[in-house]
């Protein structure tokens, strides 16, 4: 299959298919400081866990896409040494795997929060953008900066560019004029930035059928863990937002 990755200069065309490789970029120091109770923070574990923690975890995803479908999922790890823990050597969300039909405005979302998987089934997500004159350029590509939120106070910055005119992005995260390249989510001390954009036709991944899970949709899945969750504190709430990407 013909493979060209796209550069500044190649500009011609508009592009309904190809493949977006993202790199997801989590501050983890801050993360965490953010996560622990200021009893945890003032204790002499986390004080050591921290000044041998890295700064960044760093993650691969790909987006495959064409005009009437997506699928966004891990690829690898970046290598890093010195992981807590608590993520089991592994980043928030690393597991998901988003499927979206762009012809039928839904998507199902996989998704394993601790020990259980759930399956989202829902509509497409109907964010409210308000776009901006910010522009920026992203794997070779001129994106326009728009903003929104989720879970009521959780800001989201993206950069889309109409180059690419398929209305996604990474995660369930879509809605814009065009793809999603580059994403912010200061409250998460995350981003998500395309390097590199192929043009290739869609071909789904050989990926297993989706895992048995407890079907939900986004709704139910945000009031299951916030009961559950309801006594963590800043780490429950972080899990909730993750769990709403």
């Not at 790909?62 to 040494?81: C, G, M, N």
Request: hydrophobic residues 40%; neutral net charge.
């Amino acid at each position: 299959m013909l493979s060209l990755t796209v550069g500044i200069t190649a500009r011609a065309q508009y592009i309904s298919n190809g493949k977006i490789e993202f790199e997801r970029k989590t501050n983890l120091r801050m993360s965490l400081n953010y996560e622990m109770t200021d009893e945890q923070k003032s204790s002499d574990w986390f004080k050591l866990m921290i000044e041998k923690l890295p700064q960044h975890l760093i993650s691969y995803f790909t987006l495959d896409f064409d005009q009437d479908h997506s699928i966004y999922w891990f690829v690898k790890d970046a290598e890093t040494s010195g992981m807590p823990s608590m993520f089991g050597g592994k980043g928030p969300a690393r597991e998901n795997i988003v499927k979206t039909n762009f012809k039928e405005n839904n998507f199902v979302a996989e998704k394993k929060i601790y020990e259980t998987n759930f399956l989202v089934t829902d509509s497409s997500r109907k964010l409210k953008w308000k776009i901006e004159d910010e522009i920026r350029v992203i794997a070779g590509y001129p994106c326009r900066k728009a903003v929104t939120t989720i879970c009521d106070s959780v800001v989201i910055v993206a950069f889309y560019t109409d180059q690419i005119i398929v209305s996604g992005g990474p995660e369930s995260i879509s809605g814009l004029p065009g793809m999603i390249l580059g994403m912010a989510i200061p409250r998460l001390y995350t981003t998500w930035f395309a390097t590199k954009v192929d043009l290739v036709e869609f071909e789904e991944p050989v990926l297993k059928e989706s895992k048995k899970g407890k079907k939900v949709t986004y709704a139910e899945l945000e009031n299951e863990l916030s009961k559950s969750l309801k006594d963590w504190g800043n780490y429950g709430i972080t899990t909730i937002w993750w769990a709403m990407l």
